[in-house]
């Protein structure tokens, strides 16, 4: 963790607010969860965060990703990223991504719907395709079930579909919904993997890849059980059941949100209604997007010290919405002080808008 005198010299140096990016942290993130599921290909998901000396970092532990758009592809190819390292994993594709990818020479694509059929049939020799089967986790921060992945009851008609077209389905993925910490839902998922499996055998179509998606949930305000615990749940199941097949997984959270810390200033001060108000540089339309998008909270850190006090903590844009917290516990701040918040490297910058035309919060390598 940075101390607040370091913080105070890089806010000198580049100004403030400022996005710290650790490669080291990202690396080492990489290298945690490769250790935890030791049989599991870890596909990066780009979308969780885009920074390209975040991808360098991945790139340099050996790391394949996971896309959802061209503007991602874009991005690996100023890297020199191979597509054999790539998997592209949005189930609603446009037809210009779709060709997009597979001139980059992606190969592996995901469907949740027979509407993707005939946008696909056209490149079905250069193609591979993963079914995703919905998993439905309302307990979720965030549940991706309803909007992506077919009912695990209607899997095999899809991939009957598909492969009646040409389509050469290489088996199925799923998503247990994003900072998911129940690690038995994984258990659930694989279950219906497992029937899928065996289903589409009888069919005598045969699957080699399973794709456990991302969900691996990091420490932000709550402990949460450790990575290796909720990990060996999944490995156990795997051995048991799946050995003879590639599995991979889709991180995006584990790998990025440890890696980048926020510093922003306290730029306004007022007191309403016998509660203080204060106004960092940085807000809900920005760093603090995941607020909103993402049902995130972090934690903040100050180095003022005194009795704790109810307080607003408000973003720089010119709309009411823009409050980052609406109740929270503090000591008296003053315009001029820093606060710290670690943990801000997932879907935040990512997602973040430049709305009233506020520069986008810079990031720097330390
Ligand atoms: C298809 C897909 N894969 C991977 C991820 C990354 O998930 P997480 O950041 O929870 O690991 C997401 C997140 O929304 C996703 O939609």
Request: hydrophobic share 40%; with cysteine.
């Amino acid at each position: 963790m940075i101390s607040f005198k370091k913080a105070k010299t890089y806010i000198e140096k580049f100004g403030s607010p400022l996005l710290l990016l650790s490669k080291d942290q990202v690396k080492e993130n990489y290298s945690v969860l490769k250790k935890c599921l030791p049989s599991v290909d870890l596909y990066y998901a780009v979308k969780s965060n885009p920074n390209i000396e975040l991808l360098r970092a991945v790139k340099e532990v050996d790391g394949f990703f996971d896309l959802a758009s061209a503007g991602e592809i874009k991005i690996l190819k100023e890297l020199n990223i191979p597509a054999s390292k790539c998997i592209y994993t949005h189930p609603i594709k446009k037809r210009e991504d779709i060709k997009y990818a597979l001139d980059y020479g992606v190969k592996l694509f995901i469907i949740d719907n027979e509407y993707e059929i005939p946008k696909l049939i056209e490149f079905k020799k250069d193609l591979d395709v993963l079914v995703r089967i919905s998993i439905s986790n309302p307990d979720c921060p965030v549940d991706l079930s309803l909007k992506f992945g077919a009912e695990p009851k209607d899997a095999l008609d899809l991939i009957k579909k598909a492969h009646k077209e040409g389509i050469s389905v290489k088996g199925i993925s799923f998503h247990v919904g994003s900072q998911n910490v129940n690690a038995y839902k994984y258990i659930e998922a694989l279950e219906f993997c497992k029937d899928i499996f065996k289903l589409a055998a009888l069919e005598e179509i045969y699957f080699d890849t399973l794709d456990i998606g991302g969900g691996f949930p990091v420490s932000y305000t709550k402990n949460i059980m450790p990575i290796d615990y909720s990990c060996s749940i999944i490995n156990n199941y795997l051995e048991k059941n799946f050995q003879n097949c590639r599995v991979i997984a889709e991180p995006g959270r584990f790998i990025s949100a440890t890696s980048m810390t926020l510093i922003a200033s306290v730029v306004g001060k007022s007191k309403r209604k016998g509660i203080y108000w204060y106004y960092l540089d940085d807000g809900l339309y920005s760093t603090f997007t995941g607020k909103v998008f993402d049902a995130c909270d972090y934690k903040i850190l100050t180095e003022k010290s005194g009795e704790p006090k109810a307080c607003v903590i408000a973003g720089p844009t010119c709309d009411s919405f823009d409050i980052i917290y609406k109740n929270i516990l503090l000591p008296e701040l003053d315009i001029g002080d820093i606060l710290i918040f670690p943990n801000m490297g997932s879907y935040t910058n990512a997602s973040a808008t430049n709305f009233n035309c506020i520069e986008p919060t810079k990031i720097i390598v330390v």
